[in-house]
């Protein structure tokens, strides 16, 4: 190997390194996540780290089969931000990238006019999250720590939504079922609950008829006494 292609095979090796890891993050948070909102939360804590950016956000179509954009997770970015990026499909960066279903980079000189947001973005990565055909959302990272995202980073982010898709895919049908299990679970306690207090009425009732019957023998007894002879 030559010196000079010595630093690209570095490079690609770096890339190479750099995609297993984000598979590998990936493969551990479904593997172990306790909440889809922990899901979320893992997932583009391990996206931002990976791609060396400063900020994100997950945002999911909401309520399912809608056109609105709600930011689902943030990481680094501020409240009022996180609260006011609600948008619709097509509209601003992350609405055109579900619209178009292809992941977009952006820089700063070269990014629309009408697509600016107040805030100051000299780059970023918007791609979007596609299950079987199904739009489930867009990813976006903001300003990359060293350096300007690069048309790499937008390709390695492009390979990876398959799974990310799968693990929300997979996060949300867990939760649904998890979401499920409880409700069963507080019936069939409720039931259990239900049939010991019917239990404890049926004894009273079972105890007062027994009274009722011992009352009755009693008093026909009784009658029975005085329909005699008369001595």
């Known amino acids: 190997m030559n010196e000079e292609s010595r630093p690209e095979e570095e490079?690609?090796?770096l890339?190479?390194?750099k995609e297993l890891d984000m598979i590998w993050r990936l493969n551990e948070q479904i593997m172990s996540f306790e909440s889809l909102q922990d899901l979320l939360n893992r997932i583009l804590k391990g996206a931002v780290e990976v791609m060396e950016a400063t900020s994100g956000s997950i945002m999911l179509i909401e309520p399912t089969g809608s056109d609105t954009l709600v930011v689902k997770a943030a990481y680094r970015l501020r409240k009022k931000v996180v609260d006011e990026a609600i948008c619709k499909v097509g509209e601003g960066i992350a609405g055109l990238v579900a619209k178009r279903r292809e992941g977009m980079l952006l820089l700063d000189d070269l990014m629309d006019t009408r697509l600016r947001t107040r805030r100051k973005?000299?780059?970023a990565l918007s791609v979007p999250i596609i299950k079987e055909g199904e739009l489930l959302g867009v990813l976006n990272l903001n300003t990359k720590q060293d350096q300007a995202f690069g048309e790499f980073d937008l390709f390695l982010l492009n390979t990876l939504t398959n799974q990310i898709a799968s693990a929300i895919d997979r996060g949300e049908r867990m939760e649904e079922l998890r979401?499920?299990?409880k409700e069963m679970e507080e019936a069939e306690e409720k039931a259990v609950k239900d049939l010991q207090r019917l239990n404890r009425e049926l004894d009273k009732q079972r105890?007062?008829?027994q009274e009722l019957r011992q009352e009755h023998d009693k008093l026909r007894k009784a009658l029975e006494s005085l329909t005699?002879?008369?001595a």
């Open 207 to 209: 105890r007062y008829y």
């Open 228 to 230: 005699g002879p008369v």
């Open 11 to 13: 490079e690609r090796y």
């Open 121 to 123: 973005v000299t780059d």
């Open 15 to 17: 890339k190479k390194i």
């Open 179 to 181: 979401i499920r299990l």
